[in-house]
Structure formats: structure tokens, C-alpha cells
């Protein structure tokens, strides 16, 4: 589950982590009211609160095509109100939402903070090591995600403890990699053992500050904040889940948490379906090293019948970027067969008229196959998941 930014702001200022004054609004003429609480002389920032990055970048649909993007600096209070005008009720396409975009319901509005320097911070789960990792890298024109994949030695992971969080050694090295004046150390180390705490405290799956600035004294400020939540653990906190914002999500973001699974858009043309993150993330990058990528994933988990496993099917089906499904199912607790019932199930009410490549491994595995086999679908069955993702690439260049 994700929140917004001025929510994932405000459970993070609980933490000890300096933010930004701001107030939200869902009108114009409450947007300049409001700036004129967090600031009387500005400049302020007017900033679209959906939940996708690149927001500074994107651009407005309809009546706002071509003009600025979704995160604006008002250096004057009686622009405030013409700025909101054109942002609320448009639409925002960026880089992480596709094409469709979101449309804007409210606005942040925020003081303008100056800063000296600025920096990227993230706290999540790396599934390869395990551990909770903290991820640092100066950022300029080059975003985070391109970062990763074309230059990743110049961001530094750094692998916390679950309890105790960073060492006194660790603010150091972070210190040193970011060359940060000494009279930061406090700061950050305050900052850290924020993220951390807010992190734990809430089962947390990510925590993203981009960008995170310094200040002229040193000390650093939130000036944005994403926040995901482990949906298996709301149960515990029904105060984040009070935080839920089914409009701002994507119907199929909507249907698939109804069974229980999670659903994640892309831009790519490639649809998958497995049942565990960590799944999802090795076929993302198989994909993108063999120049292709993901539409879209839908983890299917553990814990489901027939009927459910075809109506999760069935939202990647009707999905139409979607012009191949990877199917890559590791049975443990998740039979096999039952995945290859639902195929059967799905493919019979919408129809199969894109490639459907599928892996199998675990529980079932020989009787899932022999399903698959007998349904007379246009299926290929895989041994593994490299040979999956290059078949099906193969299959979808064959069908253009």
C-alpha cells in the first residue's frame, strides 16, 4: 500500500526528521489561503499529490498540455491561484505513470526551503542478501532508476541492522561518501535513525527521500517522501490503512487487492504473473538485459482457489499494453496445478491472442503440465525462467 507525500511527511516528522511547513488543499482558492499560513512572503512550492516520482518532470493532459509540470516554485502569492487552477483536476502524465497519467485531486502546498546541497536516501528490503539496506547517491539530472541500471557503483548501500539500525561507523562512511561537512554528522545521524524507526515501526517496504536537502547549518529536511507498506502487516496499524486512497489507485491496482494479490504497472509490453516479489524482480531484469520490459506484474502469493487465480489472470489479460504473459510460479504453499486451472479458466472467458509462456517449479509441477497440455492452448511450457523470457520474447517480435 502506498500513501502520499504530505502523509509519508508527516509520520516521518514524528521521527525526529525536519520537513518542510506545508498544508494541503483541494481548491484553488484553499491552496492560496494555505500559503499564506506556511509562509507570509513565500516562495512556495505547489506540488501534485499523486503517488508517482518524476512529478517535477511530467506534464498535464487536456487543458494543461505543454506547461510546466506537477511540482512548481510561486515566487508570488497572486500567481498561487491561477497555478493551482491549471493543476487541480488535470491530468499528470510522468514517467511512472504511463500514458493514462492521474488525474490531480489536491495540492500540496509547501514553504520553499533553500538549500545548499541535495541527496537521494532509500530504506528498503533487499531480498538477495536479505537485509534492510539504506541507499545514498547525489543526484543531479540523472534520476535514481537510470542510475541503478547504467551506473550503479555510485550509489552506496548500506546494509543496517534490523534492531539497532546504522553504526556510528556506518554515518561516517556516509559522511565521507557524500562529502558532508562535519556539522552534519548529528544531523544526519538523527535522519537515519528516523528513517529506520518509522520503517520498523510501521512494516514498512520502502521509504524514498528525493530529494533529501542540506541545509546551510548542516542539518538535513525531507523535501519529499514516498512510503509502501507491507499490506500483510496493516492489520496492525489501522491508522495507515485510514490513509488508503482508492481513487488515486488503478482499477486493476483496485480488483487485484480484492483477492489479495498486489499489482504494479510499468512501461514495458510484457506481462508477468508470480507469486513473490522477489520473482517479479529477477524477471524484471532478465527482461531488461535482453532489451525488453515489464507492463505490468501481478504477485498472486499463496492461500488462493481456482476462481481467484482466473480473475487475477484475467487483469493482466484485459491489460492492453500486455502483448506477452510470463508466467513464473515457484509451488510451495501455491499449487501448481491451480495456477494451470486458472490459465484454462481466464484463457476460456477472454480469450488467449497473446504468447503465454510458463514456468513451473515445485508443488504439482508434473500434474500442472499435464493441464496445460490437455487444454490444447497455444501455451509454451519452460524449464526455466531465462529460457521463458527469451522464448516469449521471441514469440511476441514473431506476432507483431
Known sequence: MNIHEYQAKKILSQYGIEIPLGKIAYTPGE???????????????????????????????????????????????????????????????????????????????????????????????????????????????????????????????????????????????IMEFLQLSPKSQRSLARF???????????????????????????????????????????????????????????????????FGFSYCDFDGNIGCIVNGDGLAMAALDSLRRKGSGMACFLNVKGGVDKDKIASGIKIIMTNPRVEGILIDILGGFLRCNLIAEGIVSAAAEVGLNVPLVVRFEGTNKDEAKEILEHSKLPIVIAEDMETAVDTLIQAVEESD
Open 192 to 258: 537515519v535513525k528516523g528513517l529506520h524507526r518509522a520503517f520498523i515501526d510501521y512494516d514498512a517496504t520502502m521509504i524514498e527521500i528525493n530529494p533529501v536537502g542540506v541545509r546551510r547549518n548542516g542539518n538535513l529536511i525531507a523535501l519529499d517522501a514516498k512510503m509502501s507498506f507491507d499490506e500483510n502487516a496493516l492489520y496492525r496499524h489501522p491508522e495507515i490503512t485510514r490513509l488508503e486512497d482508492e481513487y488515486e489507485e488503478e482499477d486493476r491496482e483496485v480488483q487485484a487487492h480484492k
Open 31 to 173: 491552496a492560496k489561503r494555505m500559503a499564506g499560513e506556511v509562509s507570509k512572503r513565500g516562495p512556495w512550492m505547489l506540488k501534485s499529490q499523486i503517488q508517482s516520482g518524476a512529478r517535477k518532470r511530467g506534464y498535464f493532459l487536456e487543458k494543461e498540455a505543454g506547461r510546466g509540470g506537477g511540482i512548481r516554485l510561486i515566487k508570488r502569492r497572486r500567481e498561487i491561484l491561477s497555478a493551482a487552477e491549471q493543476m487541480l483536476g488535470s491530468t499528470l502524465v510522468t514517467m511512472q505513470t504511463g500514458p493514462k497519467g492521474k488525474e490531480v485531486s489536491r495540492i500540496y502546498v509547501e514553504a520553499y526551503n533553500k538549500v545548499k546541497k541535495i541527496f537521494y536516501a532509500g530504506l528498503v528490503i533487499d531480498r538477495m542478501l536479505p537485509a534492510l539496506t539504506l541507499l545514498i547517491a547525489e543526484v543531479g539530472s540523472e534520476d535514481i532508476a537510470t542510475m541503478a541500471l547504467n551506473t550503479p557503483e555510485k550509489i552506496l548501500k548500506v546494509r543496517l541492522d534490523l534492531h539497532k539500525g546504522a553504526s556510528a561507523k556506518q554515518i561516517r562512511e
